[in-house]
């Protein structure tokens, strides 16, 4: 089953905060996060795992509630060059040496200047 | 420079033609991945190979073939058995357990 994400889309004012969620159903070991700009391939913005700690790099930052199975990224000070489609990927490792990721359906940042 | 590659961009298909959709990385990464992207419904996971000569269905794998002959090398098969094979692929590698990286995906179209 796939994660859900909130909110679908956001339009922010460049310097404006935002926050984006990603809820699983399922017991999970790790949570990942991915930015994708249109035409372009996803890239990897960071990994949470179980019992970690938040993560994050310069004005981005997330963390992971392993009771509620929850994730949420933080965007700071939000820049043009933030807009795109985030996705989470969660992974539960039910057999270690098999690790798959499932996605969410994606949160679209639209940043104006 | 590391990376991976797929091939070709964009890609064209008759109803009921075979089409293979070609992904080779550098990277020495065992694990290799294939997905598939529609509008609004994210990343599917359709095939996975954590090793060489080993490979298991992901989410929607019905109607797609792959192969692991090679580390390097991790072709997906659409087959006229898919109905709907109209959407971006995008193929992806990794260490195992950590971070993915993504080629720049084929856009397929069915005619």
């Known amino acids: 089953q796939q994660p859900v994400q909130s909110p679908q889309a956001v339009i922010l004012r460049e310097g404006e905060d935002a926050v984006i969620n990603c809820s699983s159903s399922k017991a999970l070991y790790s949570v990942h996060w991915y930015r994708q700009k249109h035409g372009e391939a996803p890239v990897f913005l960071m990994i949470l795992l179980k019992g970690g700690e938040q993560k994050g790099h310069d004005k981005i930052s997330a963390s992971f509630n392993e009771k509620k199975q929850q994730s949420s990224l933080y965007l700071t000070a939000s820049q043009l060059s933030y807009s795109g489609t985030y996705f989470c990927?969660?992974?539960?490792?039910?057999?270690?040496?098999?690790?798959?990721?499932?996605f969410g359906t994606g949160t679209r940042l639209t940043i104006i200047p | 420079d590391g990376g991976i590659t797929q091939s070709p961009k964009y890609l064209f298909r008759k109803e009921g033609q075979n089409v293979t959709l070609s992904c080779e990385q550098n990277l020495n990464h065992d694990a290799m991945y294939w997905y598939r992207q529609d509008p609004g419904q994210g990343l599917r996971l359709i095939y996975y190979?954590?090793?060489?000569?080993?490979?298991q269905k992901g989410d929607i794998a019905e109607g797609y073939s792959v192969s692991r002959e090679k580390k390097e090398s991790f072709p997906l098969t659409v087959t006229s058995a898919q109905k709907n094979p109209t959407a971006f692929y995008l193929c992806?590698?990794?260490?195992?357990?950590?971070?993915?990286?993504f080629g720049p995906g084929t856009r397929l179209t069915v005619l």
């Open positions: 992806a590698s990794s260490r195992g357990g950590v971070e993915q990286f």
């Open positions: 190979s954590q090793i060489v000569n080993d490979f």
């Open positions: 990927g969660t992974e539960k490792r039910a057999n270690f040496g098999n690790e798959k990721l499932t």
